[in-house]
């Protein structure tokens, strides 16, 4: 499979869309081609027909010799016959090319979203992302195959009727080129008309998909109050509305239908009419033949010119579509490792050196934070809701980068490192743990290679996951579902520490790991984690001031600023902000 080259170098906004996408299928260009003439050839059966037909019809006028029908007929049967393989190619080739575009264009928002910032993920809901990588690609898939499949047929129509036209009844050229655009007009403004009305009664139906969700969420209510017949009677009042606008909607399709089927043909008549007068009163050359043609011609070449209109919204979405991927592949708002210095050892030492982060210029989140860890050490962070403790993991992480000031990484400033290799030494314990549609083997040990069977099975027992694990019918190979939804919180939490172990990291970020558990699962967790913390540098942030005693040091944040750091013991007997902290929690 080919993917697009630097697909992340090409400016997709501030440009015409149509622009980007003739950059998109650059690669493509010689299977377009052929991709345009094998349509042509598989799609001339359809306008050389009317001709092949009034070759046959003036012969049986003229009685011209047998040979004459064969000729025509077998020229057909060749074209015919060579429907199948022309069409084949044509798929391989033009098809070929929109879904390799679009599994780079897929693979390309993927690798972006890779090295966006977080910040720009926190902004950015993960359905709107969702979207963009799915339907936003669909739909300019859509737009190049359905533009491409109808919009091809009706060109090569129209350009060979008119070539047809002009080479037997050139004459009948200008009348074409006036009357046909016309009529497609005329048919174009009676399907609008019907657009506008389906259009009301989708939404018709979106009220009543609201409607049937919101009685749904409410049934518990609706139940326990003996409220289902008002709950019936709102819903009857919402399916009447959909009864009436639906019956009024099938009347005026069934009448506009009509009158767009009764106008095009009525002038398809009338055309014929006029062409046989003509024919009849020599007015102009034109044989019983080419009477049949230009009639047929007129109804095939209007059917055109309307499909072509037709394709506008198809290719507005589409085009809408490619601006809604640019916003993504070129988002400036990224995290920037290149040509930073690898890291290659991590000892764990870190020194914040008068760090502020301002997300605006009102309010720091963290505010002239100076703070030295030694390799190993244990630190938690502790304070109100607000206080900036999430902010400073951000930092550790890399997520964030300071404002003003420093943070140094075993004496190296931070914004000098290639941020991705550092991480390889870095794990995160989140309060809620994170787990992919996958076995207990293959989350257990994501992104690690190779893992023995002996350090994955250390690992879990050292996590207190073994005991839980080995009573499932399938073991390390039990399927978690999605989000580990077929495991309690705290295995899920216990797997996300086996994870840690198996990776062996130098720093260690805890993230309330144990807020969101039942007093049996925290003592398990806790004795997990103080197999976790031996030996690694540990960020602790914890609202539970019991979790957090046996730290080396504590740092109580109040307002994005380190109010005062010491041991629980230390600062339990001075009054301050933890011994208020502690009170609160005791009371």
Not at 210 to 229: K, N, S, W, Y
Not at 362 to 370: C, L, M, Q, W
Not at 436 to 445: A, K, L, M, Q
Not at 575 to 584: E, F, I, N, R, T
Request: net charge neutral; hydrophobic share 45%.
């Amino acid at each position: 499979m080919v993917l697009p080259h630097n697909a992340l170098d090409h400016r997709y906004r501030g440009e015409h869309p149509l622009r980007t996408l003739a950059y998109l299928f650059r690669e493509h260009r010689p299977r377009l081609v052929l991709a345009v003439v094998a349509f042509t050839v598989k799609h001339s059966p359809t306008w050389l027909l009317p001709l092949v037909t009034a070759n046959v019809i003036d012969a049986l006028v003229r009685h011209a010799p047998v040979a004459d029908l064969l000729t025509s007929t077998a020229v057909l049967l060749v074209l015919l016959l060579l429907n199948l393989p022309g069409h084949l190619l044509y798929v391989r080739c033009l098809h070929g090319a929109i879904r390799q575009v679009g599994t780079g264009l897929r693979s390309a928002l993927c690798r972006r979203m890779q090295h966006l910032s977080i910040g720009y993920h926190s902004r950015v809901s993960a359905g709107v992302l969702q979207t963009k990588v799915v339907r936003d690609v669909e739909s300019v898939e859509q737009m190049v195959q359905q533009t491409a499949d109808s919009g091809l047929a009706a060109v090569t129509m129209l350009m060979g009727g008119l070539a047809v036209i002009a080479f037997r009844v050139p004459a009948a050229l200008p009348v074409f080129l006036l009357v046909v655009p016309a009529a497609a007009v005329l048919v174009m403004r009676m399907r609008n008309r019907l657009r506008a009305d389906n259009e009301s009664f989708r939404q018709e139906v979106e009220r009543l998909s609201a409607r049937v969700t919101e009685m749904t969420h409410l049934i518990p209510i609706t139940r326990a109050h003996g409220l289902e017949q008002d709950a019936l009677h709102r819903m009857d009042g919402t399916l009447t509305r959909v009864l009436r606008t639906g019956l009024r909607l099938d009347l005026l399709n069934g009448r506009f239908g009509a009158m767009a089927w009764i106008t095009l043909n009525v002038l398809a008549a009338g055309f014929l009419a006029g062409s046989a007068l003509i024919s009849y009163y020599q007015v102009m050359p034109i044989t019983a033949g080419d009477v049949v043609m230009l009639s047929t011609f007129f109804t095939t070449l209007t059917t055109s010119v309307t499909t072509l209109m037709s394709l506008t919204p198809v290719i507005s979405t589409g085009l809408e579509s490619v601006r809604s991927i640019g916003e993504v592949l070129e988002a400036p708002d990224l995290e920037n490792n290149d040509g930073k210095a690898e890291v290659t050892a991590v000892r764990g030492e870190f020194e914040f050196q008068s760090v502020s982060l301002a997300y605006d210029a009102d309010r720091p989140a963290v505010d002239d934070f100076s703070l030295t860890v030694s390799p190993g050490e244990t630190i938690a962070l502790v304070g109100a809701s607000g206080a900036g403790k999430s902010t400073v993991l951000n930092l550790v992480i890399g997520f964030l980068r300071p404002t003003s000031g420093r943070i140094l990484l075993d004496g190296r400033d931070m914004e000098e490192l290639d941020l991705r290799t550092y991480r390889r030494f870095l794990s995160v314990v989140p309060q809620e743990s994170i787990l992919f549609e996958g076995s207990i083997r293959d989350n257990v040990t994501y992104g690690v290679r190779d893992v023995p069977e002996e350090t994955l099975r250390a690992a879990l027992r050292d996590a207190n996951a073994l005991e839980f694990i080995d009573r499932l019918p399938h073991g390390l190979d039990t399927i978690v579902g999605e989000r580990g939804a077929r495991l309690s919180g705290g295995q899920r939490q216990r797997l996300a520490i086996a994870r840690a172990l198996v990776r062996d990291p130098r720093v260690l970020i805890l993230d309330e790991a144990t807020s969101a558990l039942d007093t049996a699962s925290e003592a398990l967790i806790r004795q997990a984690l103080a197999r976790l913390v031996a030996g690694r540098t540990v960020f602790v942030v914890a609202h539970r001031l019991s979790t957090i005693r046996t730290a080396d040091r504590i740092a109580v944040m109040r307002d994005g600023r380190i109010a005062e750091v010491g041991t629980h013991d230390e600062l339990s007997r001075r009054p301050g902000v933890y011994s208020g902290l502690q009170a609160a929690q005791l009371a």
